[in-house]
């Protein structure tokens, strides 16, 4: 007795369109549930170079997507953490690894039993030459993590590659599984007159297409969640002042390293995302603070290989909707909310709202959206949002660039409770707070917190089990093991020409 | 001033003891000097410990070995609690320490059990979990790689409470703590600050410290001194008496705890190589010597030492100046679940990553307090949720069912019968497996499941089903019996003449 199938209908293409139809025709019965997509190719989309975080390698698995064929298809590469320059002060410069620093020792963290040795005087070497993810990053080199290897030298990696490629090889992999592929642009969202519910929307083309539950992921524009059902706004600007973003691509450079690097700059800051054929290159910045014009300038100075096209403009707000479901639709990617890309964090919070989607689903037999599912999506995303945002505050307000406004105004400005309390935490003993649910992990909070200088004031008291002289030798038995095992390591361009190069890249250089 | 040098507990039986040894050995190598102040009983032999699977860890943290601890407080294992309705109108329900079947196509096996169910298989949930199926054959479960590999289990224990506090005792003792023994204990307060000087005990014997753990139990007599916030949660639940008591001991060493529904309260029964011990717990509209009776009826067994004490739930604000309260003197349960031994551990493992580094620690008191609050307060939703969802009979549970559901916890039961997911928040000392046998056991079915599990064919899902419930009858055929086993572990000369070894014999 198979009901009526429900009909799911995703609005935009790009990333999030493409990576919930995906993830919808691998995971939901093909009798039960039937999946459209409409996409417009008069809409473009934000698709630039793309950093991502380790958990994309899990929806990757869950496509059962091979991965030398993805790198070559994305013209994708490794990443093993962010390093962030002239963030604290110029000159300085730090990398957030994926991956920890040392190892527990006697049930207690590394960081106290590392401070520790150095109120002792026993000069151990810089905390990031325990991590090696860090010291990777440092040789440009890279390896698949071996969990066979001691805990210490853990390690997880990510990738970064050409998001419209990656949407395009999506949008192919799911129309052949059945996602019905519509082109055209909705110029009008039906609401239900009793529910409120969306019931059909019609396109440009005056087709009509009817749904039972509809997925907004048209972006900035939130046509459906937004705009028809007027799921509120809550602006961050007050804590992320940067509104707009110049990108523009250019050619691949002799470094070609395993990391994204993140660049402060007066008006805000600059990524670089290097990719197999070229390297993605964008300027986040606040227009509170510099000028469209200085900022288009600030970057084509910052390349380190001649522009590709001219630079594109995205305008943008920090904040997210109140309700990313609500009535029966789902707001997934920039439709239900936007964080700077300063953390990677965009593709993360896409993948996030997928996986809640698919498990709190209407189903055939009880097609009406469930009140108590959409509130418990809505808690879901909310801690998501405020953690990754506390995450990305910490590393505007952890600065000493005096003098100029934008950082002036970041470092005074008053934090929210949650973040103030951590800081306060971390100054007294080194202590970072853990939580089971949610970016970022204690070791995230560990790099950029040391990263950005900040320094406890003493540690914790547990560490002093381990007797001084063992201390000292269990440190240098450490660092050896940390660097014996990046020195194996072959470099990141030898891993990729080896393992997932793409073949045109080959072709464009002959 | 520095750092903390003198920590005063002052507490009695295993609160105080646990609290010295934990301290003592966690910061006595960065020379903290810990004096145990111990105030006249307050258990008596019909007390016992129901302790939770956690409080294997915190032993094998203070290297405690646990054949050595069973023999010398003649405690037993537990698989979990079996939960009865003697009103006659729920049926029964078993909430193992274990996970309950396997992932099929790599999906969770909940849903799986719910979208069969509907589709007319009519095995219960808990026959697939093997913790209960052992529990219920009287069998300790030993896990072998692959019974690693098919789930997780895990164990508690039954715990007579005078000599696991004198066992404590001894161990505290044996590894530095200073021990002084008090009938009365007066607190002396630093007039500036407000904040504990020191202690002076009968006989004029003063205390000095620095810093103080409140480990007294429900009088709390440090936190009360020094106006430590309460807040009551008598509106929680229904029952304000608790009588314990004594019986025989059930001559096949049960391996869980029976927990039997009555009218008017319930009856707990915690197995042990002494003895059994008896709960029972019931509201002040019931008198004492009707309670006894019932408790009588209930158990079906001869009761001895019988005492009757109030219980009155409330919590305190943890951490007040320059005072920690641990377990009831913190927060005082409801008797259901026997959780009294894992809020003092919960207390114990919180202070240890924030006990004081600097005479200024008023943010670590502020993250100790909010943590623990938010720990406590799950625990108190676990307990809610078996009044507020029970089907029993009777004025008792009639008045349970009215108990007060908080945000948290309605979300968690609403979310569960929408879809059959488990909303697991921050600071659950109950994992996801734990609440699905309580709001499974309660009746509380889910009305839809994971979409996920509609690809996995039918007779996939089938085949799995009979594979692990094979896997299940196979595997308690080779373990021993409880009482067998705790023999075993408690006498080293059976070890030695090369008898297989149990596991955690010494850590």
Redesign the interface.
């Given at each position: 007795m198979p009901a009526t199938p429900l009909h799911i209908v995703i609005v935009g293409g790009g990333s999030a369109g493409w990576m919930c139809a995906a993830a919808c025709a691998q995971v939901l019965h093909p009798q039960r549930y039937s999946l459209t997509l409409i996409e417009s190719e008069e809409i473009g989309t934000v698709g630039v170079g793309e950093a991502t975080l380790p958990a994309l390698r899990d929806f990757n698995e869950l496509l059962k997507m091979d991965e030398a064929q993805f790198l070559r298809e994305t013209h994708g590469t490794f990443k093993l953490g962010i390093e962030f320059r002239d963030w604290d002060w110029p000159g300085e410069h730090y990398v957030h690894p994926f991956g920890s620093f040392g190892q527990l020792w006697g049930g207690v963290e590394f960081q106290h039993h590392w401070m520790r040795a150095r109120q002792l005087g026993l000069q151990p070497a810089p905390l990031e030459e325990y991590s090696v993810a860090v010291r990777a990053c440092r040789r440009n080199a890279f390896d698949f993590p071996d969990f066979k290897k001691p805990r210490s030298t853990f390690y997880g990696y990510a990738y970064h590659f050409d998001a419209g490629l990656y949407a395009a090889f999506l949008r192919r992999w799911a129309t052949a599984r059945g996602v019905k592929r519509i082109e055209g642009q909705v110029v009008e969202v039906g609401l239900d007159a009793n529910s409120g519910n969306v019931s059909k929307l019609t396109l440009k083309s005056g087709q009509k297409i009817a749904g039972d539950f509809f997925v907004d992921c048209s972006g900035f524009r939130s046509l459906l969640l937004g705009e028809k059902l007027g799921s509120t706004w809550e602006d961050w600007t007050q804590w992320l002042p940067c509104d707009r973003a110049w990108a523009v691509p250019c050619e691949r450079s002799v470094d070609f390293t395993p990391y994204t690097r993140s660049i402060a700059r007066k008006g805000g800051w600059i990524w670089r995302i290097p990719l197999q054929h070229r390297t993605g290159n964008g300027h986040v910045f606040s227009t509170r603070f510099v000028s469209e014009d200085e900022a288009r300038a600030t970057l084509l100075a910052q390349l380190d290989a001649p522009a590709l096209m001219e630079p594109k403009l995205l305008k943008f707000r920090a904040g997210r909707r109140l309700q990313a479901w609500k009535k029966n639709c789902v707001g997934i990617g920039l439709a239900s909310g936007f964080l700077e890309p300063l953390e990677s964090t965009s593709l993360f919070l896409i993948q996030k709202g997928i996986q809640d989607m698919l498990r709190l689903l209407p189903t055939p037999e009880a097609p009406q959206p469930d009140e108590r599912l959409a509130d418990e999506f809505n808690r879901s995303s909310d801690s998501l949002y405020e953690r990754i945002r506390d995450f990305l505050i910490l590393h505007y307000v952890a600065n000493r660039r005096f003098g100029e406004p934008l950082w002036d105004h970041v470092r005074t400005y008053p934090l929210p409770e949650s973040l103030r309390h951590k800081l306060d935490l971390f100054a007294a003993r080194g202590h970072v707070p853990y939580y089971k649910d949610g970016f970022f992990s204690r070791d995230s909070w560990l790099a950029v917190l040391f990263g950005q200088g900040l320094m406890p004031r003493t540690y914790d008291r547990l560490a002093d089990f381990i007797p001084t002289e063992e201390l000292s030798a269990k440190l240098r038995e450490l660092h050896a093991e940390v660097a014996a095992h990046v020195d194996d390591m072959p470099s990141h361009a030898d891993v990729i020409a080896r393992y997932g190069e793409a073949p045109m890249k080959r072709a464009a250089t002959t | 001033m520095s750092?903390v040098q003198h920590l005063a507990i002052v507490g009695r039986d295993a609160p105080l003891w646990l609290a010295a040894c934990v301290m003592q050995s966690?910061?006595g190598?960065?020379?903290?000097r810990v004096t145990a102040v111990e105030l006249p009983a307050g258990v008596d032999a019909a007390d016992g410990h129901a302790a939770l699977p956690a409080l294997e860890a915190l032993h094998a943290?203070l290297r405690i070995d646990e054949g050595r601890l069973l023999a010398a407080t003649r405690g037993a294992f537990t698989l979990g609690k079996q939960f009865q309705d003697a009103t006659g109108q729920a049926a029964p329900f078993f909430h193992a320490y274990g996970s309950t079947g396997a992932r099929i196509d790599h999906l969770e096996f909940l849903p799986q059990w719910i979208r069969a169910r509907r589709f007319g298989m009519p095995v219960a949930y808990e026959d697939f979990c093997l913790t209960a199926a052992a529990a219920r054959h009287g069998r300790m479960l030993v896990p072998d790689p692959e019974i690693e590999k098919h789930g997780f289990t895990d164990y508690g224990y039954h715990l007579p409470a005078i000599p696991y506090g004198a066992w404590l005792k001894q161990l505290a003792t044996r590894r530095g703590v200073t021990a002084h023994e008090a009938c009365q204990v007066d607190v002396r307060l630093d007039a500036r600050t407000g904040d504990i000087a020191g202690l002076l005990l009968d006989g004029g014997r003063q205390v000095d410290g620095d810093f103080f753990i409140d480990a007294s139990g429900h009088e709390a007599l440090l936190s009360t001194v020094i106006g430590a916030a309460r807040e009551s949660w008598r509106e929680s639940f229904p029952a304000s008496r608790l009588l314990t008591a004594y019986a025989p001991q059930i001559p096949s060493l049960p391996v869980y705890a029976d927990v039997r529904a009555g009218e008017s309260g319930w009856l707990a029964l915690y197995p042990n190589q002494a003895c059994t011990l008896v709960e029972y717990a019931f509201s002040s509209e019931t008198p004492d010597d009707v309670a006894l009776e019932q408790a009588r009826h209930l158990s079906r067994m001869e009761l001895q030492g019988a005492r009757v004490r109030s219980r009155e739930p409330a919590r305190r604000v943890a951490w007040t100046r320059n005072c920690v309260a641990i377990g009831e003197a913190a927060c005082v349960f409801d008797a259901i679940h026997g959780v009294d031994l894992q809020a003092v551990q919960l207390g114990l493992v919180h202070l240890?990553?924030?006990?004081p580094?600097?005479a200024?620690?008023a943010?670590?008191r502020?993250?100790y307090n909010q943590n623990v609050q938010s720990a406590f307060e799950r625990i108190r939703d676990f307990q809610t949720a078996h009044y507020a969802l029970n089907r029993y009979g009777g004025a008792f549970w009639a008045r349970g069912r009215l108990s007060p559901v908080r945000a948290d916890l309605l979300?968690k039961i609403?979310?569960f019968?929408?879809?059959g997911?488990v909303?697991?928040y921050?600071d659950e000392t109950f994992s996801i497996a734990d609440w699905q046998s309580l709001l499974l056991g309660h009746g509380v079915l889910p009305?839809?499941w994971?979409?996920?599990v509609?690809?996995s064919a039918p007779e996939v899902v089938q085949g799995e089903f009979k594979r692990i419930l094979a896997f299940i009858r196979q595997k308690i055929e080779w373990q021993r019996s409880h009482a067998e086993y705790v023999q075993l572990l408690c006498t080293p000369s059976l070890l030695a003449r090369g008898e297989r070894a149990p596991r955690n014999q010494t850590q």
């Amino acid at each position: 007795m198979p009901a009526t199938p429900l009909h799911i209908v995703i609005v935009g293409g790009g990333s999030a369109g493409w990576m919930c139809a995906a993830a919808c025709a691998q995971v939901l019965h093909p009798q039960r549930y039937s999946l459209t997509l409409i996409e417009s190719e008069e809409i473009g989309t934000v698709g630039v170079g793309e950093a991502t975080l380790p958990a994309l390698r899990d929806f990757n698995e869950l496509l059962k997507m091979d991965e030398a064929q993805f790198l070559r298809e994305t013209h994708g590469t490794f990443k093993l953490g962010i390093e962030f320059r002239d963030w604290d002060w110029p000159g300085e410069h730090y990398v957030h690894p994926f991956g920890s620093f040392g190892q527990l020792w006697g049930g207690v963290e590394f960081q106290h039993h590392w401070m520790r040795a150095r109120q002792l005087g026993l000069q151990p070497a810089p905390l990031e030459e325990y991590s090696v993810a860090v010291r990777a990053c440092r040789r440009n080199a890279f390896d698949f993590p071996d969990f066979k290897k001691p805990r210490s030298t853990f390690y997880g990696y990510a990738y970064h590659f050409d998001a419209g490629l990656y949407a395009a090889f999506l949008r192919r992999w799911a129309t052949a599984r059945g996602v019905k592929r519509i082109e055209g642009q909705v110029v009008e969202v039906g609401l239900d007159a009793n529910s409120g519910n969306v019931s059909k929307l019609t396109l440009k083309s005056g087709q009509k297409i009817a749904g039972d539950f509809f997925v907004d992921c048209s972006g900035f524009r939130s046509l459906l969640l937004g705009e028809k059902l007027g799921s509120t706004w809550e602006d961050w600007t007050q804590w992320l002042p940067c509104d707009r973003a110049w990108a523009v691509p250019c050619e691949r450079s002799v470094d070609f390293t395993p990391y994204t690097r993140s660049i402060a700059r007066k008006g805000g800051w600059i990524w670089r995302i290097p990719l197999q054929h070229r390297t993605g290159n964008g300027h986040v910045f606040s227009t509170r603070f510099v000028s469209e014009d200085e900022a288009r300038a600030t970057l084509l100075a910052q390349l380190d290989a001649p522009a590709l096209m001219e630079p594109k403009l995205l305008k943008f707000r920090a904040g997210r909707r109140l309700q990313a479901w609500k009535k029966n639709c789902v707001g997934i990617g920039l439709a239900s909310g936007f964080l700077e890309p300063l953390e990677s964090t965009s593709l993360f919070l896409i993948q996030k709202g997928i996986q809640d989607m698919l498990r709190l689903l209407p189903t055939p037999e009880a097609p009406q959206p469930d009140e108590r599912l959409a509130d418990e999506f809505n808690r879901s995303s909310d801690s998501l949002y405020e953690r990754i945002r506390d995450f990305l505050i910490l590393h505007y307000v952890a600065n000493r660039r005096f003098g100029e406004p934008l950082w002036d105004h970041v470092r005074t400005y008053p934090l929210p409770e949650s973040l103030r309390h951590k800081l306060d935490l971390f100054a007294a003993r080194g202590h970072v707070p853990y939580y089971k649910d949610g970016f970022f992990s204690r070791d995230s909070w560990l790099a950029v917190l040391f990263g950005q200088g900040l320094m406890p004031r003493t540690y914790d008291r547990l560490a002093d089990f381990i007797p001084t002289e063992e201390l000292s030798a269990k440190l240098r038995e450490l660092h050896a093991e940390v660097a014996a095992h990046v020195d194996d390591m072959p470099s990141h361009a030898d891993v990729i020409a080896r393992y997932g190069e793409a073949p045109m890249k080959r072709a464009a250089t002959t | 001033m520095s750092a903390v040098q003198h920590l005063a507990i002052v507490g009695r039986d295993a609160p105080l003891w646990l609290a010295a040894c934990v301290m003592q050995s966690a910061l006595g190598p960065s020379g903290l000097r810990v004096t145990a102040v111990e105030l006249p009983a307050g258990v008596d032999a019909a007390d016992g410990h129901a302790a939770l699977p956690a409080l294997e860890a915190l032993h094998a943290r203070l290297r405690i070995d646990e054949g050595r601890l069973l023999a010398a407080t003649r405690g037993a294992f537990t698989l979990g609690k079996q939960f009865q309705d003697a009103t006659g109108q729920a049926a029964p329900f078993f909430h193992a320490y274990g996970s309950t079947g396997a992932r099929i196509d790599h999906l969770e096996f909940l849903p799986q059990w719910i979208r069969a169910r509907r589709f007319g298989m009519p095995v219960a949930y808990e026959d697939f979990c093997l913790t209960a199926a052992a529990a219920r054959h009287g069998r300790m479960l030993v896990p072998d790689p692959e019974i690693e590999k098919h789930g997780f289990t895990d164990y508690g224990y039954h715990l007579p409470a005078i000599p696991y506090g004198a066992w404590l005792k001894q161990l505290a003792t044996r590894r530095g703590v200073t021990a002084h023994e008090a009938c009365q204990v007066d607190v002396r307060l630093d007039a500036r600050t407000g904040d504990i000087a020191g202690l002076l005990l009968d006989g004029g014997r003063q205390v000095d410290g620095d810093f103080f753990i409140d480990a007294s139990g429900h009088e709390a007599l440090l936190s009360t001194v020094i106006g430590a916030a309460r807040e009551s949660w008598r509106e929680s639940f229904p029952a304000s008496r608790l009588l314990t008591a004594y019986a025989p001991q059930i001559p096949s060493l049960p391996v869980y705890a029976d927990v039997r529904a009555g009218e008017s309260g319930w009856l707990a029964l915690y197995p042990n190589q002494a003895c059994t011990l008896v709960e029972y717990a019931f509201s002040s509209e019931t008198p004492d010597d009707v309670a006894l009776e019932q408790a009588r009826h209930l158990s079906r067994m001869e009761l001895q030492g019988a005492r009757v004490r109030s219980r009155e739930p409330a919590r305190r604000v943890a951490w007040t100046r320059n005072c920690v309260a641990i377990g009831e003197a913190a927060c005082v349960f409801d008797a259901i679940h026997g959780v009294d031994l894992q809020a003092v551990q919960l207390g114990l493992v919180h202070l240890l990553p924030l006990f004081p580094v600097s005479a200024d620690f008023a943010v670590e008191r502020a993250e100790y307090n909010q943590n623990v609050q938010s720990a406590f307060e799950r625990i108190r939703d676990f307990q809610t949720a078996h009044y507020a969802l029970n089907r029993y009979g009777g004025a008792f549970w009639a008045r349970g069912r009215l108990s007060p559901v908080r945000a948290d916890l309605l979300r968690k039961i609403g979310v569960f019968r929408a879809r059959g997911e488990v909303v697991h928040y921050e600071d659950e000392t109950f994992s996801i497996a734990d609440w699905q046998s309580l709001l499974l056991g309660h009746g509380v079915l889910p009305d839809s499941w994971d979409p996920a599990v509609d690809r996995s064919a039918p007779e996939v899902v089938q085949g799995e089903f009979k594979r692990i419930l094979a896997f299940i009858r196979q595997k308690i055929e080779w373990q021993r019996s409880h009482a067998e086993y705790v023999q075993l572990l408690c006498t080293p000369s059976l070890l030695a003449r090369g008898e297989r070894a149990p596991r955690n014999q010494t850590q």
